[in-house]
């Protein structure tokens, strides 16, 4: 007879695993066919010029809502948010889907990146509150699954839909996933209760949010302007992104220090390592090696695949030690990562089996680290900070991503400026995502504090 107090898909269980798993899976699919549809977007609305706002704008507005709805969440329940957070994304991809004007479309990409990111917070919330231990790394592996059917057919899907049909449909076939994870999870979150504490104020944590997001426009747009800009634009964005970190992060983050902080920081650098590696992979092989874009898109796929598979042992491995091997696991998935990062980051050597290889480990590297680092997070979670810790692992897998493969593509168009060719180019860009899974390590190696505590 199964275990079924020990399974995520028990009748306990059953309908916030699916819930969450489609909620997931709408907002992975989304944001994979977003990069394969953008350039037939720019193009059919007159936009080339504003081309990098239909993924700054979903970017900027994910970092408020996930560090706004994170405190929320500590002060109200998730069950709230969560709706709110769905329906925004909702009208976000009906705008997309119905607009005629490039400026719509980046309002409309706004709207869902704020919803992507507050959904995103309140599913991991309710993993704290809902799930025991033991089971946490089995749902958060879980996650490597809702992202491999994605990861594997979303692009492929998204551009045959926008060559038979219109990019237009791409939005519109998100919504029917989205409204039966509605159906599934909204029910249980309802059901759930935050431990009562002392009220704390959000409004500052509101501000500094947006000034956040404020300093990551300019930092971004100051990264677009290069090699021309003077830097000012780098410098003043600069500025008004690090006091907010400080402070809107796990004290000590930035100095990778002791315990919590050093795991928040190891997170968002191997996952932004990974999510750049795989963006200028692609690059690689469509702009040097000659590939099409499908074959492309399904060697980087060969990374979810491994990542699905290992993530779902970890959780076996989890159950069996009782949690005493996470920061192993982690330490262990980080090394993988190192060495597949490797593998393909000299790009002169690169070739489609050689890139099948390093994202195979990458994968691997990454199933155990990144579903093991959420569960030691939740298990050092305080009595009522279930929200704002689950918008620091949220915060970890958009933000450090999206300005590190910012700062990768200045470096590209810096060294083309200057005559080199493309391979050196890349090569150049690909060795920051070495020094950043280097970096990881260190962080990880500062983190067993938080494990141990856990």
Not at 86 to 94: D, V
Not at 297 to 310: K, P, R
Request: net charge positive; with cysteine; aromatic share 8%.
């Amino acid at each position: 007879m199964p275990d079924t107090e020990n399974s995520i898909f028990g009748p306990k269980y059953i309908a916030l695993s699916i819930g969450i798993i489609l909620a997931v899976m709408a907002v992975g699919f989304e944001g994979l066919a977003v990069i394969t549809v953008a350039p037939a977007i720019a193009g059919d609305l007159n936009g080339i010029h504003l081309y990098g706002w239909i993924f700054s704008a979903y970017l900027l507005a994910q970092i408020i809502g996930t560090l706004v709805v994170g405190r929320q969440i500590d002060k109200k329940g998730p069950a709230l948010p969560f709706t709110l957070a769905m329906i925004l994304f909702a009208l976000g991809l009906i705008a997309a889907a119905m607009a005629n004007h490039m400026l719509i479309l980046i309002i409309s990409r706004a709207l869902q990146g704020f919803g992507a990111g507050a959904m995103m917070t309140c599913v991991y919330t309710a993993i704290s509150l809902s799930y025991p231990d033991k089971l946490r790394t089995k749902i958060l592996g879980a996650f490597g699954t809702a992202y491999v059917l994605p990861s594997m057919i979303g692009p492929y899907v998204a551009g045959v839909i926008a060559q038979q049909l219109s990019w237009r449909f791409v939005f519109w076939g998100v919504l029917p996933f989205l409204l039966l994870a509605a159906l599934l999870s909204l029910p249980v979150f309802r059901k759930l209760q935050v431990p009562a504490v002392q009220e704390r104020s959000t409004s500052g944590s509101t501000w500094l949010s947006i000034l956040l997001a404020i300093g990551t426009g300019i930092f971004l747009s100051g990264l677009g302007m290069l090699p021309k800009a003077i830097g000012l634009m780098l410098i003043v964005g600069l500025v008004f992104m690090i006091q907010p970190l400080r402070k809107l992060l796990p004290s000590g983050t930035l100095r990778l220090r002791q315990g919590l902080p050093s795991l928040i920081a190891s997170r968002g650098l191997f996952f932004a390592a990974y999510a750049s590696t795989q963006n200028f992979l692609v690059l690689s092989l469509t702009d040097t090696k000659g590939v099409t874009a499908d074959v492309a898109g399904l060697v980087v796929a060969s990374a979810a695949l491994s990542w699905c598979a290992i993530s779902f042992m970890q959780s076996y491995w989890d159950t069996a030690d009782q949690g005493r091997g996470r920061h192993k696991r982690i330490i262990i998935g980080v090394l993988f990562m190192i060495v597949g990062i490797g593998i393909v980051f000299w790009i002169p050597t690169s070739t489609i089996a050689v890139s099948v290889i390093g994202q195979m480990i990458t994968g691997i590297g990454i199933g155990l680290a990144h579903p093991t680092s959420g569960a030691v997070a939740f298990a050092n979670s305080k009595e009522g900070e279930s929200g704002e810790v689950s918008a620091n692992l949220q915060f970890a897998d958009s933000f450090t991503p999206g300005i590190v493969i910012g700062i990768g593509g200045a470096l590209i168009a810096i060294t083309q400026s200057t005559g080199l060719d493309m391979e050196t180019s890349i090569t150049i860009a690909m060795t920051l995502n070495l020094v950043l899974i280097l970096t990881s390590l260190f962080a990880g190696s500062r983190m067993k504090k938080a494990v141990q505590a856990g």
